[in-house]
């Protein structure tokens, strides 16, 4: 049971009967999961995708997302998730870096058509993706695959060829330059470290998992649907994260197992406090992670959420976001203060520049070494089937650097200090300023631009830019804003603006950041800033 469709086959074996995705009115069984699962898998085989060819999902949380997902994987295919947030350019550049042969979409959702979005902005490409449309039938749609689909049989036979070694997923992420950059993450690994990771975090059979976490970050598609699927937990997808939905989520579903982000377990606690949503009773676990966790959000998942057990994980996508996490049987203290012990098989160090291992309690740079390592980065320029014997993969031994600096304790536990790297951290979602700087400097009115990021009590952190004038121009804060809401999907655009006649540099000319943190720039208030979770 070492591939993600291997283990679908297990748990419609294991569970046929239990509930796997439920979404209003709609529940599917497990055997119905994973028949619709193959259903779509016949589809895509039937269109002509090879195992090791790209398919592309860009899509909300739903019921029909999640059945494409576990359908791609029963292709042989791989799965590339597309920030649900992107605008159509960002997420046509994601495509083409993958050469994704069939993206699945959906046609409408908050207002956006994305099918005809994508179907437009790739009009004239020299090799478009096919866009087929989850949210409804007949031509156009992944229903229409089934015109001409695989038999049965071959998709056991693609099942069976597949090994731990493929790559199952390529999860795009930035780097320094911004521009993203796909991990290619290993059936094998993704398999071996999140059974690990449901079982430290007490996910068990017919737990009932609340996933506003979104399905193309990791959080959501694997410490969530790929959990569940290991372990025959229910699944409640939640495409828009409103509070006071979900808290009354919570409580008529009597939901067990809540992965978030700290804001919303901050949203959600400030309804009960206030009496707008009664306290739920059958929260047995809440996993949440960030940066920085404030300390209240972990009191108030016990005291007022009534959490029985909270955990916080580590990770990083290249090392397939697995890394560390807190034990049940750590005290409240050291779930405040640290992101616990490494999983089985993998190894975590803090580290001088000089690769030499700091002692206890030595700030230094995060490494991570094991078996959850990505298997390269995928090079834009291959346009062909990804096969295992073809990929770079990490030297035995070696680590990766995550950029995060911390500290290990004598117990073992891992404690994140701050990052190396200037990545603002907007509710749980990596912002990379060279990326939003690059887009400010298109602006007519825009010389120069620097971002960093400003503390927030509902978000952690929030955007803040600082722009210089082209000669004779006047930029007006708000109309960058608003230009940037056009460009950018919501989490990266600057929450405040402000103009200055020079950018504070060093003697070699580098823009010094610190010195921009320093100066006053108004931050909306709590409450004002936009959610980014759920979409």
Known sequence: MDTIAACAARAAHLYPDRPALVEGDVVLTYRDYVGRARDVARGLLGAGVGAGERVATWAPNSIEHAVAILGTHLAG?????????????????????ANARVLLTVEEFLGRRYAEEMTGHQAGHPAPPRVLVLDRAGP??????????????????????TGPDDVAIVLFTSGTTGRPKGAMLRHGALVRGYRDWAELTGLRTGDRVLLSNPFFHAFG???????????????????????????????????????????????LADLVRSGRAPAPTSLRVAVTGATVIPRRVV?????????????????FTEGTALATVTRADDDREAVLETVGRPLPGIEVTVERPDGSTCEPGEVGEVVVRGHALMAGYLDPARRGPLRATELPGVPPGAGLRSGDLGTVDA???LRIVGRIKDVVIVGGFN?????????????????????????????????????????????????????????????????????????????????????????DVPVPTPGESEPVHGH
Do not use: M
């Open 77 to 97: 295919a791989v799965l590339v998730p597309v920030n649900a947030r992107f605008r159509v350019g960002e997420a046509a550049q994601v495509l083409d870096d």
């Open 140 to 161: 156009g749609s992944v229903d229409a695959l089934g015109a001409g689909a695989a038999g049965a049989a071959e998709i056991d036979d693609v099942v069976a060829g």
């Open 221 to 267: 598609l694997n410490a969530g649907l790929l959990c569940a699927l290991l372990v025959g937990a229910t699944v409640y997808p939640v495409p828009v994260f409103r509070a006071q939905d979900v808290a009354d989520l919570v409580v008529r579903e009597a939901i067990t197992w809540f992965p978030a982000p700290p804001t919303v377990f901050a949203d």
């Open 431 to 519: 912002v990379y300023p060279a990326e939003v700087e690059r887009f400010l400097c298109e602006h007519p009115a825009v010389a120069q631009a620097a971002v960093v990021g400003r503390p927030d009590r509902r978000l952690g952190e929030v955007v803040a830019a600082f722009v210089v004038p082209r000669p004779g121009c006047t930029p007006d804060p708000a109309e960058l804003i608003t230009w940037c809401r056009e460009r950018f999907a919501n989490f990266k655009v600057p929450r405040a603006v402000r103009v200055l006649d020079a950018l504070p540099t060093n003697a070699t000319g580098k823009v010094t950041k610190a010195a921009l943190r320093d100066l």
């Open 411 to 413: 117990e073992g536990r």
């Open 299 to 315: 009191t108030d998942l016990h005291d007022v959420l009534g959490v029985q057990t909270v955990h916080v994980p580590y990770g």
